[in-house]
């Protein structure tokens, strides 16, 4: 069975720095993984996805992830951190539940912003 | 442009009433998902259905009943509400297919006192 992990329920980064979220993820087949925005009293919201077409993916907002095979990894970075960047964060990993698609999710990162 | 819409946004229970959440998808989506989110779990599967008429059991079902009469629309039913089962919930849709975007819906914050 796949499986995520977010190393950090919470990070803290000033405006203008670096953002670095980590996903690392296990899986017995090439992975489809993906990475969610929940911004507060929202939904979810697809930022990006690798799908085993370029390991560099380039998302929405300025975000983008490197799906790395040796390290088992899908970290999502940003360069320079906005307050509107405030959010809960998510990686997931599609599997097959009893042959239908689903997600399975991380703990997810709660990212916060600081001026 | 309408997605994903679910109803309704916030509602209070009382432990042991019933209720629906609504959901329905106008992308002609097959595959149409519930998830419950609690803090520090991510998103788990209630159930699932990957057409009309076709529903099936997914990580957490117990306590929870759909039903899929049409392609558009996925209600989930709660029998007898639980403080257990406060919670937030969302559906989702997709073409179906591992590498295919699920679309979420805004989420219903139930609480159940």
């Known amino acids: 069975a796949q499986s995520v992990t977010q190393l950090g329920s919470h990070v803290s980064v000033s405006e203008g720095a670096l953002v670095l979220l980590r996903c690392n993820y296990s899986?017995?087949?090439?992975?489809?993984l993906f990475w969610y925005v929940q911004y507060p009293n929202q939904g979810l919201q697809l930022l990006l996805k690798?799908?085993?077409?370029?390991?560099l993916v380039k998302g929405i907002n300025g975000f983008e992830a490197e799906f790395k095979k040796s390290e088992t990894s899908f970290h999502l970075t940003k360069p320079s951190a906005h307050m509107s960047d405030a959010a809960e964060y998510f990686c997931?990993?599609?599997?097959?539940?009893?042959?239908?698609?689903?997600?399975?999710f991380g703990q997810g990162t709660r990212l916060t912003i600081n001026p | 442009n309408a997605g994903v819409t679910q109803t309704p946004k916030f509602q209070v229970l009382k432990t042991g009433q019933s209720m629906t959440l609504q959901c329905a998808q106008d992308m002609n989506h097959e595959y149409m998902s519930w998830y419950r989110q609690d803090p520090g779990m991510g998103l788990r599967l209630i159930h699932y259905?990957?057409?009309?008429?076709?529903?099936d059991q997914g990580e957490v079902p117990n306590g929870y009943n759909v039903s899929r009469s049409t392609t558009e629309d996925f209600p989930l039913r709660l029998l007898s509400a639980a403080p257990s089962q406060t919670s937030v919930y969302f559906c989702?849709?997709?073409?179906?297919?591992?590498?295919?975007?699920?679309?979420f819906g805004e989420g219903s914050w139930l609480t159940v006192v």
């Open positions: 997931a990993v599609s599997d097959v539940y009893q042959g239908a698609q689903k997600l399975v």
């Open positions: 690798y799908t085993s077409a370029a390991t």
């Open positions: 989702a849709s997709s073409l179906g297919g591992s590498g295919n975007t699920i679309y």
């Open positions: 259905s990957v057409g009309a008429g076709i529903t």
């Open positions: 899986s017995s087949v090439p992975p489809y």
